[in-house]
């Protein structure tokens, strides 16, 4: 029987690779100056490969793990939460190690072996090409094997369509006048877990906060400033780190990044495009100086229609993508009604219910509870 996939980010943790692969990853630096989080082994237990590892990376590699053997924890980890490891478990940590050496004795270091090309979505990767179908159609070496992009005209430069953008929100006149966000919404899931579930954004000056609410349990996940915690569907408490807050930043907090855009982006280049059929400008750039993203912008709006970003994981990038549609005029700004996020392990698709802005925010929303008895946000059976 195949395992049940958990599908919100940061709830589940799992799987593990069985023969590594070959993937591209964006050519986008990692910023050397960047201050590290610990590595996973000095916050969680049991951690035999993935060694030296910053721990903020830690769920999003699960993850991945995850999406490229199309399977859920219990293949990897033993039921409970127990150090208690299987045969499967030291097969992955094998795997591991060898996609880690593989990197670094043919491709200098750089993540260019993952699980993925080989896996595609299955535990035992196929090692023998498929009989051809019935509209198989033997290649022409005399025609190109891709057909290019069509030839499209230049866009203005990126500091150009960023001003675009934040003059359809109100210019900084209108920003300034925001102190407080709160959106809640209803959502609906690739993994669909009943009727009822709702998702609550709230954003006040550097600090946000996300409440998912499903049949299975609530997520909680908060920012304040440059720390961060997560409450998850099992009562878990854990902290969040590194990138996971650079994430909550430019995933839920809207208002934040609208307000701090012109800093957040840097090494930006501009093109024209389409998309869905809409004529628009794409930016390509870093966030946090770090983080590869692709923003698309409206070429007749200047609305922000679709953020890309990559997150960082030990096999090297996961795509995450936001399409924002539905916009509507607010206190002198716009802010889009209908959200679609998708990544590897699913989607969720958000209509907004209702905004506020400018009301009062109990700073205590944003204070880390303790753990219940006898739970720990440290996690066990790791890799």
């Known amino acids: 029987m195949k395992t049940n996939r958990k599908y919100s980010r940061g709830i589940c943790a799992a799987g593990a690779l069985l023969l590594a692969s070959v993937m591209g990853v964006p050519s986008h630096a990692q ?8 590595k996973v ?5 049991n951690i035999k490969a993935l060694n030296g590892m910053p721990a ?5 590699t699960m993850e991945f793990y995850e999406a490229s053997l199309n399977v859920g924890c219990e293949f990897c980890h033993v039921p409970g939460g127990t150090d208690k490891d299987g045969p499967v478990k030291e097969k992955s940590r094998d795997m591991i190690r060898m996609v880690r ?12 072996v993952t699980c993925y090309t ?15 179908g019935a509209n198989f159609v033997f290649p022409n070496p005399d025609m190109p094997q891709e057909a290019g992009e069509t030839q499209m005209p230049p866009a203005p430069p990126p500091a150009q369509i960023i001003d675009s953008y934040l003059k359809g929100l109100g210019g900084d006149a209108a920003l300034s006048k925001i102190s407080t966000r709160v959106v809640k919404g209803t959502l609906t899931e690739s993994a ?6 709702t998702i609550e954004l709230v954003s006040k000056g550097d600090s946000d906060l996300s409440f998912l609410h499903t049949a299975i349990g ?3 996940r908060v920012r304040n400033g440059e720390v961060g915690w997560e409450h998850n569907v099992f009562g878990v408490i854990r902290d969040v780190r590194g990138n996971e807050i650079d994430e909550l930043k430019i995933k839920w907090d809207t208002l934040y990044f609208a307000k701090n855009i012109k800093q957040i982006l840097s090494n930006m280049t501009s093109r024209q495009t389409k998309l869905n059929g809409i004529d628009a400008y794409e930016v390509k750039g870093l966030a946090f100086g770090h983080m590869p993203v692709e923003l698309t912008f409206g070429k007749g709006t200047g609305n922000l229609i679709r953020l890309v970003y990559y997150d960082t994981n030990d096999n090297g990038h996961s795509k995450v993508q936001v399409d924002y549609s539905d916009y509507r005029n607010l206190m002198g700004t716009r802010f889009p009604y209908r959200w679609i996020v998708a990544w590897a392990l699913g989607y969720q698709a958000i209509r907004i219910d209702s905004l506020q802005q400018n009301v009062a925010i109990d700073d ?3 204070v880390r509870p303790p753990n219940p008895p006898g739970l720990t946000g440290n996690g066990n059976g790791g890799q």
């Open 31 to 38: 910023d050397p100056n960047r201050t590290m989080s610990k």
């Open 41 to 45: 082994e000095e916050v969680s237990k």
């Open 56 to 60: 903020d990376q830690l769920i999003a």
């Open 101 to 112: 050496a593989l990197n670094k004795d043919n491709f200098n270091g750089q993540t260019v």
């Open 118 to 132: 080989c896996h595609r979505g299955t535990p035992k990767p196929e090692m023998t090409p498929p009989p051809v």
């Open 192 to 197: 669909a877990r009943g009727d009822g579930q």
């Open 218 to 220: 609530d997520t909680i």
């Open 364 to 366: 205590a929303r944003f």
